[in-house]
């Protein structure tokens, strides 16, 4: 044989030796290898084999009261569409008396500013004649197809139409009557069959607390339903509406509920929602619907024979709030409402009352604050009679009042500010103020009877008469119940002031036939 063959072999036979090693050692390497990690494998599997496995419970109904009552209002909760033109923007007085009164009225315009749906037309609106479109909701309160909405919902409107539950139509809707002072406003549409209409509670039973639902229309969003609580009663958060008294509730409410109802766990209707508190024109967690006492009885006039409301009013204005410096000057322990003015041929100043008189009863029942007063009277008849138990001086009397009509008293208050004061050399005063006499001329144009008050120059900034409200051109009547005739009254009272006294002025605010008088009070730093 070739010797180079012979080595070839060799080399062959040798590396046949070497590669069987090889796989000899890799298998030997794998085997102890998948032991040992077969091993740790069962030590780790075995190490919380204690655990005990998941055990899924049966099924269980969960609560559906909620799911009932949705389903049991939704098919009176409808859609409102309304179009409207742009008009030319009118001017509007730029500024108005600030004491709301059981017998003024007011714009609002402002207040809509801060709560969805009625913003002051002459801020952000289109070019006039543009056409403008807005959503609301309403319910069905009877079967001949009334409903019941907000008045800003369909105020101005050209067209307004309804939509139903389950019904593509869109239903053409005329006003039957509505009313500023509330917000109201009822409408009416026109269909085959009847309607089914929602069932209305006492709003008089809601304790603050108790479970409600908002229905309606937020974004155009048809039947959505919202769940929350009654969080507060008989809020009142417009200053210019002595006649709104609203319940708070935290149920989600937003731009297009307006006019929705507000109902209860039993599925009456306890509220009409119309407002919400807000900075960015959604919710933060505050809403407010009319209690659905007060829309009955609005309801109910709305569609007499004669579609508007009446009230009842004695001719008397007065502060909105309660004051504790100005209760204490006028000596009320235990409420009461002081007046800030009676209007001239008004049933109050037949009877004999005047400003600084605090009534504290009527007809027997305590008036504790503004709104029982307005309460009481704006419910009662023109033509009936209310004894008044009123303390003036110190010293308890009555008078018996023949309430009348408020438009037939007030009508339309309107008017505009275009007066500056006198000239001459103002008095400085401690309370932060310079104030100036009144020309008989002056007097007349104000509507200020000659010989009363004293006008406001300038208000001092941080000063205490800053801090109660009282601004440049306010006209001051009184001081602590003591007259201001001329600047010697005013310089007189002011010096016998003292740090830490109660002070209350009488006030008049305003011009024209939209002036009223009112209380400004605190304690002198």
Not at 198 to 215: C, R, T
């Amino acid at each position: 044989m070739d010797p180079r063959t012979s080595v070839f072999y060799s080399k062959i036979k040798s590396n046949r030796f070497a590669s069987l090693f090889l796989v000899l050692v890799t298998l030997t390497l794998g085997i102890l290898i998948g032991t040992v990690v077969s091993k740790t494998s069962k030590a780790n599997s075995n190490a919380f084999n204690d655990a005990t496995p998941i055990q899924m419970p049966a099924p269980q109904q969960l609560s559906n009261a909620f799911a009932t009552v949705a389903k049991q209002i939704e098919p009176s909760v409808v859609n409102i569409n309304t179009e409207s033109t742009i008009k030319a923007p009118t001017r509007r007085n730029r500024r108005a008396p600030q004491n709301p009164d059981e017998d003024g009225s007011g714009n609002m315009q402002d207040f809509f500013d801060r709560f969805f749906g009625g913003m002051d037309p002459n801020q952000g609106a289109g070019p006039e004649g543009t056409r403008e479109r807005s959503l609301g909701s309403g319910v069905i309160v009877d079967p001949k197809g009334y409903i019941v909405t907000n008045q800003h919902v369909v105020d101005k409107a050209d067209r307004i139409r309804v939509q139903l539950l389950d019904d593509p139509t869109q239903y053409d809707a005329k006003v039957v009557g509505t009313d500023r002072e509330t917000d109201l406003a009822v409408i009416k549409i026109e269909t085959k069959k009847p309607l089914p209409a929602a069932k209305f509670g006492n709003s008089d039973s809601l304790q603050v607390g108790d479970w409600v639902l908002a229905i309606g229309s937020p974004f155009g969003l048809e039947e959505s339903v919202t769940a929350g609580i009654i969080s507060s009663k008989t809020r009142s958060i417009d200053p210019t509406r002595q006649f709104q008294s609203f319940l708070q509730t935290d149920a989600a409410i937003n731009p297009g509920n307006s006019g929705g109802p507000l109902v209860s766990m039993s599925g009456e209707v306890i509220g009409i929602n119309t407002a919400i508190l807000t900075q960015s024109q959604g919710y933060q967690g505050v809403g407010f619907a009319l209690p659905s006492k007060t829309v009955a009885a609005i309801y109910n006039q709305l569609i007499s024979t004669d579609p508007k409301v009446i009230r009842g009013s004695i001719g008397v204005t007065f502060n909105a709030k309660p004051n504790p410096a100005l209760a204490r000057v006028y000596g009320l322990n235990d409420g009461g409402v002081v007046l800030s003015g009676v209007s001239p041929n008004s049933p109050a100043e037949a009877a004999g009352l005047k400003t600084g008189d605090a009534i504290v009863a009527i007809d027997g029942k305590p008036i504790k604050n503004g709104d029982d007063l307005v309460s009481e009277i704006s419910s009662r008849k023109p033509g009936s009679k209310v004894k008044l138990n009123f303390v003036r001086g110190g010293k308890s009397d009555s008078a018996t009042v023949t309430v009348q009509d408020r438009m037939k008293l007030f009508g339309d208050q309107t008017g505009d500010e275009s007066d500056s004061a006198d000239s001459g050399t103002p008095a400085d005063s401690k309370i932060g103020v310079t104030v100036r006499p009144l020309t008989p001329e002056l007097s007349q144009r104000l509507e200020v009877p000659a010989g009363r008050g004293v006008i406001v120059q300038d208000v001092k900034p941080g000063s205490f008469a800053e801090d109660i409200g009282l601004g440049r051109a306010d006209i001051i009547l009184e001081i602590n119940r003591q007259p201001v005739n001329s600047e010697d009254d005013f310089r007189r009272i002011q010096t016998q002031l003292k740090s830490g006294q109660d002070v209350a002025l009488l006030v008049r605010q305003g011009r024209g036939r939209n002036a009223g008088t009112i209380f400004l009070s605190g304690t002198l730093p």
